[in-house]
Nanobody, 124 residues
Framework: QVQLVESGGGLVQPGSSLRLSCKVS????????TGWFRQVPGKDREGIACPIMGGGSTYYADSVKGRFTMSTDDAKSTVYLQMNSLKPEDTAVYYC?????????????????WGQGTQVTVSS
């Protein structure tokens, strides 16, 4: 059973940087990989970064491309989301989840295991 725990959220000013962490524990032989999603109340959850199967690369949503970077520290079983040049519209609850990029949907697809979420607020 895989468990995911996010940390690192907070209140920052526009233009600032923040790094989220997702600690992955447990094991599942069919685990796809870890991605990041975010959700604003009243809006659909948005997949912002997730692994592309077989390619070793990462998909980024247009809304974060060039500003956010996902990375992995295998020794620490932790996936990071480095967020730079933050904007007020990045304010959301951020979740890490088992995820993979879906070619047909051209979007990240959550595969069932989710963290509890961490709030990121970008405001002056």
């Amino acid at each position: 059973q895989v468990q995911l725990v996010e940390s690192g959220g907070g209140l920052v000013q526009p233009g600032s940087s923040l790094r989220l962490s997702c600690k992955v524990s447990g094991f599942a032989s069919d685990y796809y990989g870890t991605g990041w999603f975010r959700q604003v109340p009243g809006k659909d959850r948005e997949g912002i970064a997730c692994p592309i199967m077989g390619g070793g690369s990462t998909y980024y949503a247009d809304s974060v491309k060039g500003r956010f970077t996902m990375s992995t520290d295998d020794a620490k079983s932790t996936v990071y989301l480095q967020m730079n040049s933050l904007k007020p519209e990045d304010t959301a609850v951020y979740y890490c989840a088992e995820a993979i990029y879906g070619d047909d949907l051209e979007a990240c697809i959550g595969a069932g295991v989710w963290g509890q979420g961490t709030q990121v607020t970008v405001s002056s």
